[in-house]
């Protein structure tokens, strides 16, 4: 069973950062693109950004939205993934999803974690 | 950006009943490759979004086919047929056809 477990979210203060981590199970991690996704309360998803799979060295495409400011890794040992955070604003409040590939499509989301920025 | 535009916002529908959203592109989602990465996705009240359909009529795993994908280009429809209490929620569609991925603002179900 594929599982996708965030972490890492809470209160931050606008300018600071965070690192989000995405705990994956149930699959061949280095086989898939992996996604972070974001979704303000009420709103409608937006992509981040991923990181591509073994086959395509692992390279990153990013949102210009906050291409120099979150950058995604992952640890292929550990089947974890990374959201760094950086400069955060208070429009960057929302709930956090990792997501498993579908190249284009995002077939496995996790439970989310929820970021707020404010003072 | 890909715009995806879905209709309508909201919908009612009564249980056993169809119904029809819509979603259109402010480009062709044909991929240099020659597939269409559009995909659909219902997040039911509290829950993660889940995937339906995707590249525009593949169902995906576990998903009945009471769901059904359709369209091509610009323009794309998804159908559910026999609307079940656990089918409420809203409704989105997205691109992955070009950098950045866009989804639709939603079409939220609802019972009459």
């Known amino acids: 069973e594929v599982k996708l477990l965030e972490s890492g979210g809470g209160l931050v203060q606008p300018g600071g950062s965070m690192r989000l981590s995405c705990a994956a199970s149930?699959?061949?991690?280095?086989?898939?693109?992996m996604y972070w996704i974001r979704q303000p309360a009420g709103k409608a998803p937006e992509w981040l950004g991923f990181?591509?799979?073994?086959?395509?060295?692992?390279?990153?495409e990013y949102n210009p939205s906050v291409k120099g400011r979150f950058t995604i890794s992952r640890d292929n040992t550990q089947n974890m993934l990374y959201l760094q955070m950086n400069t955060l604003r208070a429009e960057d409040t929302a709930t956090y999803y990792c997501?498993?590939?579908?190249?284009?499509?995002?077939?496995?989301w996790g439970q989310g974690t929820l970021v707020t920025v404010s003072s | 950006d890909v715009v995806m535009t879905q209709t309508p916002v909201s919908l009612s529908v009564s249980l056993g009943g169809q119904v029809s959203i819509s979603c259109r592109s402010s480009?062709?989602?044909?991929?240099?490759?020659?597939?269409?990465?559009l995909s659909w996705y219902l997040q039911k009240p509290g829950q993660s979004p889940q995937l339906l359909i995707y590249?525009?009529?593949n169902r995906f795993s576990g998903i009945s086919d009471r769901f059904s994908g359709s369209g091509s280009g610009t323009d794309f429809t998804l159908k559910i047929s026999r609307v079940e209490p656990d089918d409420l929620g809203v409704y989105y569609c997205?691109?992955?056809?070009?950098?950045?991925?866009?989804f639709g603002a939603g079409t939220k179900l609802e019972l009459k």
């Open positions: 997205g691109q992955g056809t070009q950098y950045p991925y866009t």
């Open positions: 149930g699959f061949t991690f280095t086989d898939f693109y």
């Open positions: 990181i591509r799979n073994k086959a395509n060295g692992y390279t990153t």
């Open positions: 997501a498993r590939g579908g190249l284009g499509w995002f077939a496995y």
């Open positions: 480009q062709s989602l044909v991929h240099n490759n020659g597939n269409t990465y």
């Open positions: 590249k525009v009529s």
